[in-house]
């Protein structure tokens, strides 16, 4: 099964207030693992970059002024998520930002139901706790030490970490890889059998063997496997 984690940095948090995704950062999956192929991209939002988003993901309107436009990446982008479910932290919100990107070419708009929402999730396996992505990530051991800012890439390598705690990848890794089962294979063909010193004693009472033996012979007859052998 083929999965894709997306993020988006943009310039704002309203596509209707004129704000635009600046980069765009995938990692897919398959059978919940990483294979290592990624997309990312940075944008020019052909607007201004405001200060309290730049403090969020330290893009610069100056850094952007070359990049490329989303009608120019938008086919490899598409062609990257394919078919495959987007897993998003937060979904509802990098969503509306790719299909404001969308309607803007008259591209197919990316329904909610494609979306796996890693927050949604938590709250359904972790009620109580805080859902942001660096909360989880320190909840899971995650390491953050490369997150000085945001990065819709590094985000999503970080969510899609997130994601595999929070469908117990890890211990599927363990348990159905298959090395580890030729490994164990090997071990358990070339391990002497452990034997009991004493055997333990039995837990049936001498009236309970003798109703069973009735039993047998009454109802089974000789030739009940109790009595071969």
């Given at each position: 099964?083929?999965?894709?984690?997306?993020?988006?940095?943009?310039?704002?948090?309203?596509?209707?207030?004129?704000?635009?995704?600046?980069?765009?950062?995938?990692?897919?999956?398959?059978?919940?693992?990483?294979?290592?192929?990624?997309?990312?991209?940075?944008?020019?939002?052909?607007?201004?970059?405001?200060?309290?988003?730049?403090?969020?993901?330290?893009?610069?309107?100056?850094?952007?002024?070359?990049?490329?436009?989303?009608?120019?990446?938008?086919?490899?982008?598409?062609?990257?998520?394919?078919?495959?479910?987007?897993?998003?932290?937060?979904?509802?919100?990098?969503?509306?930002?790719?299909?404001?990107?969308?309607?803007?070419?008259?591209?197919?708009?990316?329904?909610a139901a494609?979306?796996?929402?890693?927050?949604?999730?938590?709250?359904?396996?972790?009620?109580?706790?805080?859902?942001?992505?660096d909360e989880?990530?320190?909840?899971?051991?995650?390491?953050?030490?490369?997150?000085?800012?945001?990065?819709?890439?590094?985000?999503?390598?970080?969510?899609?970490?997130?994601?595999?705690?929070?469908?117990?990848?890890?211990?599927?890794?363990?348990?159905?890889?298959?090395?580890?089962?030729?490994?164990?294979?090997?071990?358990?063909?070339?391990?002497?059998?452990?034997?009991?010193?004493?055997?333990?004693?039995?837990?049936?009472?001498?009236?309970?063997?003798?109703?069973?033996?009735?039993?047998?012979?009454?109802?089974?007859?000789?030739?009940?496997?109790?009595?071969?052998?």
């Open positions: 099964m083929r999965e894709i984690v997306l993020d988006t940095e943009t310039t704002g948090f309203e596509p209707s207030d004129g704000h635009r995704i600046v980069e765009i950062g995938c990692v897919e999956l398959m059978d919940h693992f990483p294979t290592g192929k990624t997309f990312q991209r940075y944008l020019n939002p052909d607007r201004d970059m405001p200060p309290e988003a730049e403090r969020v993901h330290g893009i610069t309107g100056a850094f952007l002024a070359d990049k490329p436009r989303f009608p120019e990446i938008a086919e490899a982008f598409l062609q990257f998520l394919g078919d495959a479910p987007l897993v998003i932290h937060n979904a509802s919100f990098d969503l509306k930002f790719v299909n404001a990107e969308l309607d803007r070419i008259g591209g197919e708009r990316i329904p494609r979306a796996i929402d890693t927050i949604e999730m938590a709250k359904s396996k972790l009620p109580g706790v805080r859902y942001s992505l989880l990530c320190k909840r899971f051991g995650i390491d953050l030490s490369a997150r000085e800012k945001h990065g819709a890439l590094l985000d999503a390598e970080l969510t899609a970490q997130v994601y595999l705690e929070l469908i117990g990848g890890r211990q599927k890794r363990l348990l159905l890889a298959p090395a580890d089962d030729a490994a164990a294979a090997t071990v358990d063909e070339n391990r002497p059998a452990r034997t009991r010193p004493a055997p333990l004693p039995p837990l049936l009472t001498a009236a309970e063997r003798e109703a069973h033996a009735y039993f047998v012979r009454r109802e089974l007859g000789e030739g009940a496997v109790w009595n071969w052998g």
